[in-house]
């Protein structure tokens, strides 16, 4: 099962950090994503980490969005930097066919 938090309404150029809770799986030993939708769009892929710890990002996020891990909380993160109007969606984590219920980010002024 996987939870995500950390969603709200941010200001254009502001920071969010969101959070994903999985149990069941132990997520140093797995590979994750992040994805997100927006309104009208399909579900995009935004980043994935490896096993060992290696971190992939679509261009559109690379150098503005940051995924780390927490082996001990068995929690990931996806620290979300300079944040612009088109960032505004539902954003998930996955793990394979798992998802979570989705946390809305809104950038707004």
């Known amino acids: 099962q996987l939870v995500e938090s950390g969603g709200g309404l941010v200001q254009p150029g502001g920071s969010l950090r969101l959070s994903c809770a999985a149990s069941g799986k132990d997520i140093s030993r797995i590979g994750m994503a992040w994805y997100r939708q927006a309104p009208g769009n399909q579900r995009e892929w935004l980043a994935t980490m490896s096993i060992d710890g290696t971190t992939y990002y679509d261009d559109s996020v690379k150098g503005r969005f940051i995924f780390s891990r927490d082996a001990a909380k068995n929690m990931i993160y996806l620290q979300m930097n300079r944040l612009k109007p088109g960032d505004t969606a539902v954003y998930y984590c996955?793990?394979?066919?798992?998802w979570g219920q989705g946390t809305q980010v809104t950038v707004s002024s």
């Open positions: 996955n793990h394979k066919t798992a």
